[in-house]
């Protein structure tokens, strides 16, 4: 037993080590070099919040202390994010993305236009749960109780069809009764807000954290 726990010291200071090693491999990769993040939206969505929050921790604690871009790509439900990194960002190590929780859903049923593998993905790092919620104009909407909402149909605006903005509230209508009208093909969850000032649309099924983090003065 004695000369095992030898050797094991001996393994466990030589993949220390190792570690080190790699350590200082990456740094010297990363050093004065950039990274670029896709996000599915734009700087004011939600997805664009998380990665301004997280963009001084990797700039930080990443080996070499890179600096970080965001590359800002709404489009197809976040499809337009997703299938550029997937087909054609290059694979160094300089290009990742931040992705709509709907892309395993939309590889699932089978959307056109999906042109990647989730699972192929390398998952990094969550910044935290996004969750979603149904908010409406008041003075617009002709509904604003569920109760309404199952009696009168009611305009929700969406980035696309493979975006939570239009895979929720499509849900909802199907299982619970709800008359959501869905108008796709804003630019970004910004164009959505607009459109619901301008009284296009009534509504929109989104992140609770695009209201908190900017659209205060709504609340």
Known sequence: MKNWAKDTGMLVAGAAVMLLGAADVAAQFYKDKTIQIAIPGGPRGSYGFHVQVLEKYLTRHMPGNPAVDPVYMPGAGGLKAANYLYNVAPKEGLFIGSLLKTITMNEAVKRPGVKYKSAKFGWIISTGPVDSV???????????????????????????????????????????????????????????????????VHGRHASWESLKCCRRDWL
């Open 134 to 200: 149904l908010a409406v104009w008041t003075a617009h909407s002709p509904a604003v109780t569920f109760e309404e909402m199952t009696k009168k149909e009611v305009i929700l605006g969406s980035t696309g069809k493979g975006s939570v903005t239009f895979f929720e509230p499509t849900i909802m209508n199907d299982l619970l009764g709800t008359k959501f009208k869905i108008i796709t093909g804003y630019n970004g969850l910004e164009g959505v807000h607009l459109a619901m000032e301008r009284g296009e």
